[in-house]
């Protein structure tokens, strides 16, 4: 199957690491024009050319900015991965306003945000591809997790009305579900073996997801071959809890 990808305008939101930086360079090595959004970039240059952005997705201001930036360098917008997001954790007993709101304010207002600013560019060109991260939590939450759990089913429901919306102009918005990739978000990779079992214990395919797993995914919801594809939430967590004791197959 043909991807063609070659030329798409393609910005991807947190691209300055973990899964975002992957996505990127996947995009890129596709022959896609990739624009990198993020706060902050490292010193060192990507192995494959991507053009930076700096954005704070949570601020109304610099996504105007950021947008018309890439406008102005690159033309038009035909993909926007809205990837970045934060993992805020606490008991709701424990959890304190401002780390609630600033949780909401990324993972569910950076979509909003971006969405908003880039679907004006998209409906000019009439077609776009909008998708989302969402996560697993959004499925079936981990305890400790209200605010992130409760922000990522909110990009769910946000996807789905946005498919609506932009669907007479020939824009397809999805959202996707990881389940466990080791990053700097989460640490999984560092966390003692007994830990990681136990997690790893909870994927019918019990192995890490890597960050190419999800740009897989992603390179396929952008391409031509998914045009018929909208408003929908893609599991790609290896089976999470696809059954209750998924380990017995695995003999443990
Ligand atoms: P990460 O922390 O490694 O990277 C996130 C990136 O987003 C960082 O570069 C960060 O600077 C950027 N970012 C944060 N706030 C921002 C803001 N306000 N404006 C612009 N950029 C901002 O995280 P990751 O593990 O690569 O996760 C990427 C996405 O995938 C997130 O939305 C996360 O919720 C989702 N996800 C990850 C996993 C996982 O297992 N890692 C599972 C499910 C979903």
Redo the contacts with the bound molecule.
Sequence with gaps: MELDLRSRVVVV??????????IAQRFAAEGARVVA????FPEEPDARPVDRVT?????PS?VEAAVAEVVSRHGTIDVLV??????VEGAVADLDWERWRTCF???VG?VFLMSQAVAPVMQNAGRGRIIN?????AIIPSVGSAA?AAS?AAVVQLTRVLASELGPFDITVNA???????????G?ADMPQEAQDRLLDTLSLRRW?S?DD?ANLLLFLASDAASYITGTLVDV?GGKLATQIPARAHGR
């Design positions: 939101t947190g691209a300055a690491r973990g899964i975002g930086a992957v959004l993020d706060l902050a954005c704070d997705v949570a601020d610099s809205n990837n970045a997001g934060i993992n304010d990324v993972n950076g991260a969402a996560s697993f939590a992130y990522k996707y579900a990881p389940g466990m990739v080791p990053t700097a978000m989460n999984f997801e960050p999800v967590s």
